[in-house]
């Protein structure tokens, strides 16, 4: 068996084994938040439509 890919830095809030819908749903409670917390995957200090795209282009990943 293949060695599981890490995921990509930051999109990976719950520590669960995947990429899935509790992540979208914590960054959809964080949209539009002015932060540099764990949601804002670009770094730019907001949680906006880049983030989301970022971590939406990670879905269903599984982390290893």
Do not use: H, K, R, W
């Not at 719950?14 to 959809?28: K, P, R, Y």
């Amino acid at each position: 068996s293949e060695p599981l890919s890490p995921c990509p830095e930051g999109a990976y809030f719950n520590q669960d084994g995947v990429i899935g819908t509790s992540e979208v749903l914590l960054m959809l409670a964080a949209f539009g938040d002015v932060t540099t917390g764990p949601e804002d995957l670009n770094d730019d200090g907001v949680v906006n439509v880049s983030d989301v795209l970022m971590l939406l282009g990670s879905f269903g990943m599984v982390c290893g």
